[in-house]
Each structure stands twice: as C-alpha cells, then as structure tokens.
C-alpha cells in the first residue's frame, strides 16, 4: 500500500493550496480517507475525514468553514481543499486510510491503518 501525498507549498495568509493524496495496492473505494497534520513540537492532529463514498465528512473546528475534502474513487486520489490560510496552519500534512475492519478512534491517528509520507504546508503572516 502506498499513499502519495503532493500540492503543499508556501503561501501568504489568506491563500489557498489544495493538496491531493493518491493511493495504490487497497480498494480505495472501501476506505475512510482523512487528513491529519503535525506541527513542529506538536503531536500529530486530526484535521477532516471522509467516507467511503464520499457522501459524509467531518473536520476538526479550526479549520471548519475554510477547508473541505473531497475523494475522486475513480483516481483513488483524496483533496484537501485549504482557503483562508492562516499561520498556525503551517504544518506537514498526512493523509491516512481507515480500514473497514478498523474499529479505533477515527479521530486519532490509532483509527488509521495506512500513512502517506506528508507534504509541507506553510503559510507566511
């Protein structure tokens, strides 16, 4: 299983990225898909997740109203849609597979049985 996370970058506040994740060796279609990011010294924090077939989401409350995920199964790729980017939203940024036989906390990384290797977000003030 190989998840491929890209689209980080630098960014002035207020802008926008979207990263996207593409995923090989799972049946996507079968996978919760989230975002999770880690600053430097902090631990690493749930950001939003999505079902399988796209048709439910929910995002931690700092980032409500101006990031969305969306999943194409079709391309097996995940997006994160980032507007009004803001400093504390700098961070590595990981996208992570849930099996369906995974019965952890889906808001933690323990919920998450696949990592990809993160892609560096940064937003200057």
């Known amino acids: 299983v190989q998840l491929q996370a890209s689209g980080g970058g630098l960014v002035q506040a207020g802008g926008s990225l979207r990263p996207s994740c593409v995923a090989s060796g799972l049946a996507f279609s079968r996978y919760a898909m989230a975002w999770f990011r880690q600053a430097p010294g902090n631990e690493r924090e749930f950001v939003a997740v999505?079902?399988?077939?796209?048709?439910?989401?929910y995002y931690v409350d700092s980032v409500k109203g101006r990031f969305s995920i969306s999943r194409d199964n079709a391309k097996n790729t995940v997006y994160l849609q980032m507007n009004h980017l803001k400093p504390e939203d700098t961070a590595v940024y990981y996208c992570a597979a849930r099996s369906p036989r995974n019965s952890g906390n889906n808001l933690g990384p323990d919920g998450y049985d696949y990592w990809g290797r993160g892609t560096q977000v940064t937003v200057s003030s």
């Open positions: 999505i079902s399988p077939s796209g048709g439910s989401t």
